[in-house]
């Protein structure tokens, strides 16, 4: 059992050595990732089990690891520290900074095109965009914000709806020409189709939604993300699925054009989401105001 020989809590920085060092496996390991000495390490361990009354650390054949009890006190602790260290870390940072968190297509397609508005608006403030196909765990991670994919619905979030998703047929205008001179069904079995990895269901849900008959047509070519299925069809290579927004003036993308009258409606959508630690800060507020305006300027015509 750990008990204290002096009454005190330990400090964070022994315990998060503790951590590194069983993670590690040795000491020298542990002083690389803290980025002290190795003697350093050492001194924080010996004056924890000093300080706990206990032995934490023994070495094996394979290196170092927990004992029993230090084992205990690491279960006890979990992810305590990181947690407190992502907060701290929040804390220091510059408050005029903004960490945003969404995926590449719709940073690279939709966001950052227009933030130069923002930066008109708001100059003192900074935007960190931080791309990511998971969802961001904010208890643990050092993020404001996000504009996340999905049905809207989260724990302990708060949720703002800026778009519903759509699925249109998008190509440069030479090969969505041809597609307009017939059937579209047969038509597409010539064009080259470019699919986007991360979004395998697109072709089949836009298909079903068109109301076509017959199997959807064989990809061509299939690519990592939607951001390189825009930039295979705007280099000519064939036509892809996507979200409209995406390839809408100032997009990087908006050689491109869809095909008119095939827009096919989603469940999902795309909407900003705070945390409850973060729905207080006005920077983060403006930055879901702004967005908002933007989301509800003028659509394409469909």
């Not at 070495?59 to 602790?77: E, F, I, P, Q």
């Not at 961001?136 to 800026?162: M, Q, V």
């Not at 979200?243 to 054009?257: H, Y």
């Amino acid at each position: 059992m750990v008990s204290y020989s002096h009454g005190m809590v330990p400090s964070l920085k022994a315990l998060r050595a503790l951590a590194v060092v069983t993670a590690e496996g040795s000491f020298e390991g542990a002083a690389q990732r803290l980025g002290v000495s190795r003697s350093a390490v050492s001194h924080l361990i010996r004056d924890l089990e000093h300080q706990l009354a206990v032995r934490l650390l023994e070495r094996t054949s394979r290196g170092v690891k927990a004992t029993h009890d230090g084992s205990a006190l690491l279960s006890a602790m979990g992810d305590a520290i990181q947690r407190i260290e992502t907060t701290i870390e929040a804390f220091h940072r510059d408050r005029n900074q903004i960490r945003l968190s969404t995926i590449s297509t719709l940073a690279s397609c939709w966001l950052i095109p227009r933030l130069p508005e923002w930066q008109a608006q708001h100059p003192h403030l900074q935007v960190t965009i931080l791309t990511t196909m998971r969802a961001i765990d904010f208890s643990s991670e050092d993020i404001d914000c996000s504009i996340r994919h999905g049905p809207g619905s989260w724990p302990e979030l708060e949720s703002t709806l800026l778009f519903r998703e759509t699925l249109a047929l998008v190509g440069l205008p030479a090969l969505i020409g041809k597609l307009r001179r017939g059937n579209v069904a047969s038509r597409l079995r010539s064009i080259p189709i470019i699919q986007a990895h991360t979004r395998p269901h697109d072709p089949s849900a836009w298909w079903r939604g068109m109301g076509l008959q017959g199997r959807v047509p064989r990809s061509a070519l299939v690519v990592e993300s939607r951001a390189l299925a825009l930039a295979a069809a705007a280099a000519g290579l064939g036509v892809t699925f996507t979200e409209p927004k995406f390839i809408d003036a100032p997009s990087p993308m908006s050689t491109l054009v869809r095909l008119p009258d095939s827009i096919v409606p989603l469940s999902a959508g795309y909407f900003f989401v705070v945390p409850e630690r973060s729905k207080g800060r006005r920077n983060v507020r403006l930055l879901g105001s702004w967005l908002g305006a933007v989301t509800r300027k003028a659509p394409r015509d469909s």
